[in-house]
């Protein structure tokens, strides 16, 4: 369980681990994130979030990545890697059934990060 301390409130959250991988000095990973007092194992998950550690500076930087549901239930997500300059993540959905995505890393460094 993962206590969030950022907020006014302290509210309690279990991330899970979908992925890691170190690309030349950065570590990534990537979790959902799901209020604790609502775990259940058929929960969908309510927010995908992408981390990377730099292991030489220790910068650490957080996107939340959740993808936009349209008339779908996200099931699952794997995060499979580092390609280039895109994170490659694979959606589960209910309709759709697997998704592959690709999320551009230099975009992501545009966005205001959590």
């Known amino acids: 369980i993962w206590r969030k301390g950022k907020t006014s409130v302290n509210e309690q959250y279990t991330m ?37 550690y730099n292991l030489d500076s220790g910068t650490f930087r957080e996107w939340n990545i959740t993808p936009l ?3 779908d239930i996200l099931l699952q997500v794997r995060f499979a890697g580092i390609d280039g300059q895109d994170a490659i993540f694979l959606y589960k959905w209910n309709v759709k059934r697997w998704e592959i995505r690709r999320i551009s890393l230099s975009a992501l460094d545009k966005i205001v990060q959590r």
């Open 16 to 52: 899970k681990l979908t992925g890691m991988t170190i690309q030349k000095d950065q570590l990534y990973m990537a979790f959902t994130q799901a209020p604790a007092s609502e775990v259940r194992e058929s929960m969908q998950p309510d927010a995908v979030i992408l981390q990377s």
């Open 69 to 71: 549901l349209i008339n």
